[in-house]
């Protein structure tokens, strides 16, 4: 197993800000950023629910033809598949219901474990997702999970929507966090849950900086993140 030393693991449910606080942190930090969520969303995509009819082999051949890359570092990290930048589509609502689905299939989450391992053996990360310190990296030194109520996060998500000029609806989009959190926490395999040993931060009523703040004041009394430099 990847020991994980040069790792940061940040994970929550869904609409709790964990992208934008991984890009900033991994931003301060000068190092890359890992969000495992658009690794599924993208798989989900492009095998849509079919998937869950598919033989663990199948599903292994299928996802071996898929090679996800990143560039760069901090908030211009880019996440590629196939020498392709991953585009905005995998973002609604409705695809992230749908990679909550797959994620409960093993085979899929073993091929992007590997894949997720192999990153970080190759470079410091801040990775971000929803088992990030309890099974994927779990001899990471930092480990932080955030949370938030599920109508505090639809109603940054609405905000967030409505910057982009996509109206969207607070009681469905609400409902919508709701059932994905059901999804999440429930599943057999990997459930959504804080590492027993990470910072748990109620991002409630708190806003970017002062979570950040926070992260990095624990960072830095530990000893930062490379010690021995």
Do not use: W
């Not at 990775?127 to 996060?153: Q, Y």
């Not at 979570?211 to 000893?223: E, F, K, P, Q, Y």
């Amino acid at each position: 197993m990847t020991h994980s030393a040069s790792v940061i693991t940040i994970d929550g449910p869904a609409g709790v800000g964990k992208t934008t606080i991984a890009r900033r942190l991994s931003e301060t930090l000068g190092i890359s950023y890992l969000d495992t969520g658009a690794m599924f969303r993208t798989l989900a995509l492009n095998l849509g629910l079919a998937a869950e009819e598919m033989s663990e082999e199948a599903i292994k051949s299928v996802c071996s033809h898929y090679r996800f890359q990143l560039e760069g570092h901090g908030i211009t990290t880019q996440l590629f598949v196939n020498g392709k930048l991953v585009s905005s589509e995998i973002r609604t609502e409705e695809v992230g219901m749908l990679a909550s689905r797959l994620a409960r299939l093993p085979a899929i989450r073993a091929v992007l474990a590997d894949i997720q391992r192999s990153m970080a053996a190759a470079t410091p990360l801040v990775a971000e997702g929803r088992d990030m310190g309890t099974v994927i990296f779990p001899n990471a030194r930092f480990k932080f999970f955030l949370d938030a109520s599920p109508e505090i996060r639809a109603l940054r998500r609405m905000r967030d929507a409505e910057n982009h000029d996509q109206p969207t609806d607070l009681a469905k989009l609400t409902e919508q966090i709701r059932l994905r959190d059901v999804q999440d926490r429930t599943r057999a395999i990997a459930p959504l849950k804080a590492a027993s040993d990470a910072i748990c931060i109620d991002t409630s009523d708190k806003d970017i900086s002062e979570v950040l703040g926070l992260m990095l004041r624990h960072i830095d009394a530990s000893g930062g993140l490379f010690p021995n430099r």
